[in-house]
């Protein structure tokens, strides 16, 4: 399943983005769905973000986004979004979002998700 990212952009430290992902067609189980996303800084590993279980919404994030960064999901629109404010220089990275199931809810690690997307690049300038 190729999963479709869209809204990065440039902007200005302090100021806020909207990602969001969709699931395109008939996709992996909604029940069982983990979606997830992911960054990846130039020169550095890629980095788990935030995630969120599907049947019932819990979510998990990193600590250096908590607070900031809200992760949810669409059930009608088949969507999950990545609300990031006040945004730091720091935040910089492209963002993929993932998905996977049979995974926990607070999954980390990039090997665990099936179903990627093309990412989508976040420049935030001091």
């Known amino acids: 399943v190729q999963l479709q990212a869209s809204g990065g952009g440039l902007v200005q430290a302090g100021d806020s983005l909207r990602l969001s992902c969709k699931a395109p067609g008939r996709t992996f189980s909604r029940s069982r769905r983990i979606m997830g996303w992911f960054r990846r800084a130039p020169g550095k590993e890629r980095e788990f973000v935030a995630a969120?279980?599907?049947?019932?919404?819990?979510?998990s994030y990193v600590d250096s986004v908590k607070g900031r960064f809200t992760i949810s999901r669409d059930n009608a629109e088949n969507t999950v979004d990545l609300q990031m404010n006040r945004l730091k220089p720091e935040d910089t990275a492209v963002y993929y979002c993932?998905?996977?199931?049979?995974?926990?809810?607070?999954?980390?690690?990039?090997?665990?998700?099936?179903?990627w997307g093309q990412g989508t690049q976040v420049t935030v300038s001091s």
């Open positions: 969120i279980r599907w049947s019932d919404g819990i979510t």
């Open positions: 993932a998905g996977g199931t049979g995974i926990t809810w607070y999954q980390t690690a990039p090997q665990a998700y099936e179903h």
